[in-house]
């Protein structure tokens, strides 16, 4: 994403938005759906913009708590930014007290189907994804002056009763991954989505798949997918392990490294060719706000958390 | 060349551990003892390793963390209200903390 790089990694817009602003960020695929309180606070919001209707509602605002939107824009770069940053603050400073204050309820209602939270006791593990190149060296990150080329982020969730399976079959000896988990690997998170939001592979695509676990815990598989005959595809191997501190990961490392080819309706510019493209799955303690985004994969749930169906 | 894993395991840059310890992150040099001692699965060679690093964010492309984002507008609403502060919302399809 060049705005988190270009934009949010510039020292200037960071202090700024750390020393005035609250700031929040949001997939509008689940703002636009939410009907309850925080769905009609949204709307209110974004409708005094230039985004109405049922379109897109991307871009960046500024508003106050009792929702009056004080700044709008959709531009890239940190000066544009910057610029808005400080108009919409000006208009801030010139709101009377009573507009700039709110009753908030503690709690919004109503909007929970639109809602993924990850269940107690459940854990996190990153899912980070990079465009790769061979080299002299190996094979090393692609140029990061192009689109696609910096690392995606995601996030694989497990739950507390799949993590004590995950366990027990460890110890019992290894063998197969469970469908559960390996399909929920496979669909929803070795993806390319270094370049915008791919489709999920279904089952029909998976052309082979295999991956296994030991009694030490190392994992070991290989996989290969295919679809849109043949114009889109992913191909490679997996390997790394996990251990467990009772029935809880203190350790989950995994590198799935492929050559992808083909592109999605969202994941337009992909390199010409087979291309090699690497994940790294990574238990996080999930400690942040940030780490708390649901999976990618998960907007139809039933279909995330059964995803061998 | 052959496939990206077959060039991987082509890779010989870890013979010198000494150099290895000069050019990675902290994360990595994390990885990198969690393998020697065996935390890690025996399954993931050093040429593996290289590759991790590859992929793992770069400093540069995390100094956005340095800003505290909320996830839930109406946990940002509450924290508006009771600050005193305006509400910077940042809205895409797909995370814009996620996806590319």
Same mark, same amino acid.
């Not at chain 1, 593990?125 to 190996?138: D, M, P």
């Not at chain 1, 493209?277 to 649901?294: F, H, K, N, W, Y």
């Given at each position: 994403?060049?705005?988190?790089?270009?934009?949010?990694?510039?020292?200037?817009?960071?202090?700024?938005?750390?020393?005035?602003?609250?700031?929040?960020?949001?997939?509008?695929?689940?703002?636009?759906?939410?009907?309850?309180?925080?769905?009609?606070?949204?709307?209110?919001? $974004?409708?005094?913009?230039?985004?109405?209707?049922?379109?897109?509602?991307?871009?960046?605002?500024?508003?106050?708590?009792?929702?009056?939107?004080?700044?709008?824009?959709?531009?890239?770069?940190?000066?544009?930014?910057?610029?808005?940053?400080?108009?919409?603050?000006?208009?801030?400073?010139?709101?009377?007290?009573?507009?700039?204050? %709110?009753?908030?309820?503690?709690?919004?209602?109503?909007?929970?189907?639109?809602?993924?939270?990850?269940?107690?006791?459940?854990?996190?593990?990153? &899912?980070?994804?990079? *465009?790769?190149?061979?080299?002299?060296?190996?094979?090393?990150?692609?140029?990061?002056?192009?689109?696609?080329?910096?690392?995606?982020?995601?996030?694989?969730?497990?739950?507390?009763?799949?993590?004590?399976?995950?366990?027990?079959?460890?110890?019992?000896?290894?063998?197969?991954?469970?469908?559960?988990?390996?399909?929920? &690997? *496979?669909?929803?998170?070795?993806?390319?989505?270094?370049?915008?939001?791919?489709?999920?592979?279904?089952?029909?695509?998976?052309?082979?798949?295999?991956?296994? &676990?030991?009694?030490?815990?190392?994992?070991?598989?290989?996989?290969?997918? &295919?679809?849109?005959?043949?114009?889109?595809?992913?191909?490679?191997?997996?390997?790394?392990?996990?251990?467990?501190?009772?029935?809880? /990961?203190?350790?989950?490392?995994?590198? %799935?490294?492929?050559?992808?080819?083909?592109?999605?309706?969202?994941?337009?510019? %992909?390199?010409?060719?087979?291309?090699?493209?690497?994940?790294?799955?990574?238990?996080?303690?999930?400690?942040?706000?940030?780490?708390?985004?649901?999976?990618?994969?998960?907007?139809?749930?039933?279909?995330?958390?059964?995803?061998?169906? | 060349?052959?496939?990206? !894993?077959?060039?991987?395991?082509?890779?010989?840059?870890?013979?010198?551990?000494?150099?290895?310890?000069?050019?990675?992150?902290?994360? $990595?040099?994390?990885?990198?003892?969690?393998?020697?001692?065996?935390?890690?699965?025996?399954?993931?060679?050093?040429?593996? /390793?290289?590759?991790?690093?590859?992929?793992?964010?770069?400093?540069?492309?995390?100094? !956005?963390?340095?800003?505290?984002?909320?996830?839930?507008?109406?946990?940002?609403?509450?924290?508006?209200?009771?600050?005193?502060?305006?509400?910077?919302?940042?809205?895409?399809?797909?995370?814009?903390?996620?996806?590319?």
């Amino acid at each position: 994403m060049a705005d988190r790089l270009l934009v949010f990694g510039n020292p200037e817009v960071q202090k700024l938005l750390l020393e005035k602003f609250v700031t929040v960020a949001g997939d509008d695929w689940y703002q636009r759906r939410k009907t309850g309180d925080e769905g009609k606070f949204y709307r209110k919001v $974004v409708e005094q913009g230039p985004r109405k209707g049922d379109g897109t509602r991307q871009g960046h605002y500024v508003f106050t708590a009792q929702g009056e939107l004080l700044g709008f824009n959709n531009n890239r770069g940190a000066e544009r930014r910057l610029k808005m940053l400080r108009e919409a603050l000006e208009k801030w400073e010139n709101l009377p007290d009573e507009r700039k204050t %709110a009753s908030v309820a503690a709690e919004a209602k109503g909007d929970e189907e639109n809602r993924r939270v990850l269940p107690d006791g459940g854990q996190v593990i990153k &899912v980070y994804t990079r *465009a790769l190149e061979k080299s002299e060296q190996g094979v090393v990150a692609a140029g990061e002056d192009e689109v696609g080329n910096q690392t995606a982020v995601d996030h694989l969730w497990l739950r507390k009763e799949e993590l004590g399976k995950l366990q027990k079959l460890i110890a019992d000896g290894g063998g197969d991954l469970p469908a559960w988990f390996s399909m929920r &690997v *496979a669909r929803f998170h070795l993806r390319d989505n270094t370049r915008g939001e791919p489709e999920d592979w279904k089952k029909e695509h998976i052309k082979s798949w295999e991956l296994k &676990v030991d009694a030490k815990g190392q994992v070991s598989g290989h996989f290969e997918f &295919v679809k849109k005959d043949g114009d889109l595809g992913f191909a490679g191997q997996i390997r790394g392990g996990m251990s467990f501190d009772g029935e809880r /990961l203190s350790q989950f490392d995994l590198l %799935a490294l492929g050559d992808q080819w083909g592109e999605g309706t969202y994941t337009r510019g %992909a390199r010409p060719g087979k291309t090699p493209l690497g994940l790294v799955l990574q238990l996080t303690e999930a400690t942040m706000s940030r780490d708390q985004i649901p999976p990618q994969g998960i907007r139809w749930e039933q279909g995330y958390w059964q995803a061998e169906d | 060349m052959g496939g990206a !894993w077959e060039v991987l395991l082509r890779r010989q840059a870890f013979e010198d551990g000494s150099q290895l310890w000069g050019c990675y992150d902290d994360r $990595v040099k994390l990885l990198v003892t969690m393998l020697c001692t065996g935390a890690i699965s025996a399954q993931m060679t050093p040429g593996d /390793l290289m590759v991790v690093k590859e992929i793992i964010p770069k400093a540069e492309e995390k100094a !956005w963390q340095e800003i505290d984002w909320k996830v839930d507008l109406w946990e940002a609403r509450q924290k508006a209200a009771k600050t005193g502060k305006p509400i910077y919302l940042w809205e895409m399809d797909g995370h814009p903390l996620g996806c590319v």
